[in-house]
Nanobody
Framework: QAQLVESGGGLVQPGGSLRLSCAAS????????MGWYRQAPGKQRELVAT???????NYADSVKGRFTISRDNTKNTVYLQMNSLEPEDTAVYYC???????????????WGQGTQVTVSS
């Protein structure tokens, strides 16, 4: 069974930066798309950014130009560099990855436990 472990959340002032990391471990044969989602209090979970195994990226309009997603396939890790943070970015951020655990299984979506990001002065 694969698992995702996030790190890097915390409290930051408006205009500040944070870098989130998410490492996949366990039973992994192949990893497809990886991404970050977030959920603010009282709101639905929303896509922040995704990246394919080949490096193509996709961003929510609200974070374009401020956030950058990247991945290190040698470490099975995806990152989210967040700059110019705004109070509206406050949420729990979740890592997502499509993982094939063995050569005999299909890709399945895995989720991390979430990491809190709070933007406040």
């Amino acid at each position: 069974q694969a698992q995702l472990v996030e790190s890097g959340g915390g409290l930051v002032q408006p205009g500040g930066s944070l870098r989130l990391s998410c490492a996949a471990s366990g039973s992994i044969f192949s990893i497809g798309a990886m991404g970050w989602y977030r959920q603010a209090p009282g709101k639905q979970r929303e896509l922040v950014a995704t990246t394919t195994s080949g490096g193509s990226t996709n961003y929510a309009d609200s974070v374009k130009g401020r956030f950058t997603i990247s991945r290190d396939n040698t470490k099975n890790t995806v990152y989210l560099q967040m700059n110019s943070l705004e109070p509206e970015d406050t949420a729990v951020y979740y890592c997502n990855a499509n993982i094939m655990s063995t050569r005999y299984t299909r890709y399945r979506a895995f989720w991390g436990q979430g990491t809190q990001v709070t933007v406040s002065s």
